[in-house]
């Protein structure tokens, strides 16, 4: 009996390029989003494996509910891949409105802990938990716009949580990764903000969603445990693709 891959905000960007991937790699995908149309979209992509897709706002009660539930009907959870976050609105933190604050809260810290919760009864020792970082985690003086400090103080508290976990849960693998820059809706949606503010000058890389999704499941299929639990996993880090194929190797030995 095989074990699902679960993931988040696959109704877009790098979320939907990995359900897309998982599926055509013969995996049971259930895949989450709120936007029913481009859920969908997943399935005219894949020539394999099996997608269910749940409709659900992730910041309420009742989506946390409805996901759990549809899981009972699996059996069991491989990858639990949270995606789902949102980064709008730009505003300063002395202009943010209380409801805006607490939606980006909600979504980005309170949603992955919550869902990690309730899911847990599906997981045993080799699931993989995955979260899903960003460069705006702390303070870097250097290359911080001014109008996305909800989004830069909401993914600091997620890697914080994540040292939790993986301190305090053992019933599970608890890994943590930083995409980099990666040309989805949320970026574009970035990029036009902080450029009317004038202030953006971004030069690194820009990958694809589909790139970023073959890594993310090179590191959840190939990796040793302790690579998986102990490594903050990063694209853009030439060393990180390296273990991975190294890792594939010693498999295939
Ligand atoms: N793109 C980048 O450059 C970049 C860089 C570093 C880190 N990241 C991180 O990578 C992850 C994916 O980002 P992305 O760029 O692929 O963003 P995206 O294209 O905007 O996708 C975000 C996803 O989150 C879902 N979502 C938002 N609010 C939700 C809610 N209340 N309930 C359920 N689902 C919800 C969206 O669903 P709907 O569209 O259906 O609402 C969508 O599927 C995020 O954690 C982001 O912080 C991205």
Same mark, same amino acid.
């Given at each position: 009996?095989?074990?699902?891959?679960?993931?988040? +905000?696959?109704?877009?960007?790098? $979320?939907?390029?990995?359900?897309?991937?998982?599926?055509?790699?013969?995996?049971?995908?259930?895949?989450?989003?709120?936007?029913?149309?481009? /859920?969908?979209?997943?399935?005219?992509?894949?020539?394999?494996?099996?997608?269910?897709?749940?409709?659900?706002?992730?910041?309420?009660?009742?989506?946390?509910?409805?996901?759990?539930?549809?899981?009972?009907?699996?059996? +069991?959870?491989?990858?639990l891949i949270h995606c789902a976050a949102?980064? =709008?609105?730009?505003?300063?933190?002395?202009?943010?409105?209380?409801?805006?604050?607490?939606?980006?809260?909600?979504?980005?810290?309170?949603?992955?802990?919550?869902?990690?919760?309730?899911?847990?009864?599906?997981?045993?020792?080799?699931?993989?938990? /995955?979260?899903?970082?960003?460069?705006?985690?702390?303070?870097?003086?250097?290359?911080?716009?001014?109008?996305?400090?909800?989004? +830069?103080?909401? =993914?600091?508290?997620?890697?914080?949580?994540?040292?939790?976990?993986?301190?305090?849960?053992?019933?599970?693998?608890? +890994?943590?990764?930083?995409? $980099?820059?990666?040309?989805?809706?949320?970026?574009?949606?970035?990029?036009?903000?902080?450029?009317?503010?004038?202030?953006?000058?971004?030069?690194? %890389?820009?990958?694809?969603?589909?790139?970023?999704?073959?890594?993310? %499941? $090179?590191?959840?299929?190939?990796?040793?445990?302790?690579?998986?639990?102990?490594?903050?996993?990063?694209?853009?880090?030439?060393?990180?693709?390296?273990?991975?194929?190294?890792?594939?190797?010693?498999?295939? /030995?």
């Open positions: 009996m095989t074990k699902c891959i679960v993931i988040t +905000g696959a109704s877009s960007g790098i $979320g939907q390029a990995l359900a897309i991937s998982f599926a055509n790699s013969g995996y049971d995908v259930v895949a989450i989003g709120q936007n029913e149309i481009n /859920l969908q979209k997943i399935k005219s992509f894949i020539s394999n494996g099996n997608v269910i897709t749940i409709c659900a706002d992730l910041s309420e009660e009742n989506g946390i509910d409805k996901v759990a539930q549809n899981l009972a009907l699996q059996n +069991g959870v491989q990858f949102i980064s =709008k609105p730009y505003k300063s933190l002395m202009d943010i409105l209380t409801i805006e604050l607490k939606q980006i809260i909600n979504v980005n810290v309170m949603t992955p802990i919550l869902l990690t919760q309730k899911l847990a009864p599906y997981f045993d020792e080799t699931t993989r938990v /995955l979260f899903i970082g960003s460069d705006y985690v702390g303070i870097d003086k250097k290359i911080r716009p001014y109008v996305t400090g909800a989004y +830069g103080i909401s =993914k600091s508290a997620l890697r914080v949580a994540v040292e939790y976990f993986r301190r305090e849960y053992d019933k599970a693998l608890i +890994g943590y990764l930083n995409p $980099g820059t990666t040309d989805t809706p949320m970026y574009q949606s970035m990029v036009t903000a902080i450029n009317q503010q004038g202030i953006f000058n971004h030069q690194g %890389q820009i990958a694809s969603p589909r790139d970023i999704a073959e890594f993310i %499941q $090179g590191v959840l299929e190939k990796t040793c445990n302790q690579d998986y639990k102990f490594i903050d996993w990063d694209y853009r880090e030439i060393m990180h693709h390296q273990l991975i194929e190294r890792s594939s190797v010693r498999a295939k /030995l």
